[in-house]
């Protein structure tokens, strides 16, 4: 059994930073790679950032220069930092990664953290 788990959700002032995390668990081999996407209400869901377990990140444009993702492989972890928060980044967060475990290969996503940017 692989899970998700986000955190570091929140409300935030524009301008502001928060940190998000995802932790994987459970019977897992190795990662492919992990991802961030977001949904905003009445909108579709949408790419943020992604990261290979090589270590090569690539973002939205919308997040480019704002936005950084991180990968610790030991620690099965993805971090997406976020600076200069908009108000437009308001929407839930989730965590996505691609996972080998000892039989098979699967996509895998968290629960979802919110974030809210306003005054």
């Known amino acids: 059994q692989v899970q998700l788990v986000e955190s570091g959700g929140g409300l935030v002032q524009p301008g502001g930073s928060l940190n998000l995390s995802c932790v994987a668990s459970?019977?897992?081999?190795?990662?492919?790679?992990m991802r961030w996407y977001r949904q905003a209400p009445g909108k579709q869901r949408e790419l943020v950032a992604a990261i290979t377990g090589g270590g090569i990140a690539t973002y939205a444009g919308f997040v480019k220069g704002r936005f950084t993702i991180s990968m610790d492989n030991a620690r099965k972890t993805v971090n997406l930092q976020m600076n200069s928060l908009k108000p437009e980044d308001t929407a839930v967060y989730y965590c996505n990664a691609g996972i080998y475990t000892t039989t098979e290969y699967n996509p895998y996503w968290g629960q979802g953290t919110q974030v809210t940017v306003s005054l």
């Open positions: 459970g019977n897992i081999f190795t990662i492919n790679a």
